[in-house]
């Protein structure tokens, strides 16, 4: 089966992993385009080469790029026309300009179109954007969606095709793994270790996490990883808060640096908060975390708590009261860190490795190439 995918997020060398399992299935060829490099905020995310082993990565120009909604790949027919794939999956949600237009691409040339949507909150998209959706939902031959209140939404919104409930990607057990030593060794000595992974705004709750750390009476220290418009208010809000010392921002850390930092914590806190126009779609660094036995502490927010299972623990979204208490909770039970962490890996080894990502996206791709659905 010849398949052509055209992503934007494929310029990160961590996530090409899902790309080689994907190739290494029984009768795959895969030929993956994806842009130079990716404009987003301000920062240039470059083409990592880093897995590419089995399957062809070319890169494809971008016009327009660091703009959401209407960047688009002017020679997308070009290689549409070399590839000649038996299926299009076009990486992008369904109102965007470079979606509508590759659908049409692809449905000029009889080639059945799939898309991913991670939007998980009811939107209406003004026009054209709206006519943009509509149109790709009447031609696309199957819809790919990262979670669950996705696959509601463009169900809702008219879309009839199959639909399929699969993470865009999977981790890598193989480089998220838990450290040999045990949990009594690893906190002889020193603090209890929290960690904190995510985009430096209000809605990731990095602030609902340090009035709950400011509450805790046993020593312990906070790692802030990521990079943000809020630093400085986050750390100003730390130093209100009495516990600077304890707070490390350590910035934005490279796709393939991320083990390191997870097998150093004891718990990671997803704290994320639901606002009118987001919520949760995911929670990459619960599972990550997950599958290096460290035990996770989320919030209620979207997704999270359908990731997360019965392998951490959840608290209401914006309860400080509530996440101090799950906090106290593994600092004080050694056991119930342990247990959670070996669920937490159970978890991810069974459905949210690269493997298991590929495998269940090229099953639905074969579903709609011999017309199973």
């Given at each position: ?81 070399r590839v000649r794939p038996q299926i299009l999956h ?192 995911f929670g990459r660094m619960l599972v ?86």
């Amino acid at each position: 089966m010849r398949i052509l995918m055209v992503s934007k997020a494929l310029v990160v060398g961590m996530y090409q992993r899902k790309l080689e399992e994907m190739a290494a299935l029984p009768d795959v060829q895969l030929t993956v385009a994806v842009p130079p490099f990716w404009r987003e905020k301000g920062h240039d995310w470059r083409l990592e080469r880093t897995f590419t082993k089995g399957y062809e990565l070319t890169v494809l120009p971008m016009r327009l790029n660091g703009h959401y909604h209407v960047h688009y790949y002017a020679q997308l027919g070009r290689l549409l026309d070399r590839v000649r794939p038996q299926i299009l999956h076009f990486d992008e949600e369904a109102y965007n300009l470079s979606t509508w237009l590759a659908m049409r691409a692809a449905h000029h040339r009889g080639i059945p179109f799939a898309f991913f949507n991670w939007q998980n909150i009811p939107r209406r998209y003004p026009p054209p954007f709206r006519w943009m959706e509509a149109q790709v939902f009447a031609h696309a031959a199957l819809g790919i969606t990262g979670n669950e209140d996705a696959g509601r939404i463009i169900r809702d919104k008219g879309y009839r095709g199959p639909i399929e409930v699969i993470p865009q990607f999977g981790i890598d057990p193989e480089l998220f793994f838990p450290l040999a030593e045990s949990l009594h060794s690893r906190q002889a000595g020193r603090p209890f270790s929290i960690g904190f992974v995510g985009r430096l705004i209000p809605a990731k709750g990095l602030g609902v996490l340090l009035e709950a750390a400011a509450g805790i009476k046993r020593p312990w220290r906070l790692q802030v990883v990521g990079s943000g418009p809020d630093r400085e208010a986050f750390e100003a809000r730390a130093r209100e808060l009495g516990i600077a010392d304890r707070v490390e921002f350590v910035g934005q850390k490279g796709s393939v640096e991320m083990p390191a930092v997870m097998q150093t914590l004891d718990v990671l806190a997803g704290p994320s908060l639901t606002s009118p126009r987001w919520k949760e779609q995911f929670g990459r660094m619960l599972v990550e975390a997950m599958s290096c036995e460290v035990p996770v502490i989320g919030s209620d927010s979207g997704e999270i708590p359908q990731v997360i299972g019965d392998a951490g623990l959840i608290v209401p979204e914006g309860n400080v009261h509530a996440l101090q208490c799950a906090l106290e909770r593994l600092q004080d039970d050694l056991e119930l860190r342990e247990k959670l962490g070996k669920a937490g890996r159970a978890r991810v080894l069974a459905m949210f490795t690269q493997r298991a990502v590929a495998e269940r996206t090229v099953a639905a791709y074969r579903a709609v190439v011999h017309n199973e659905h």
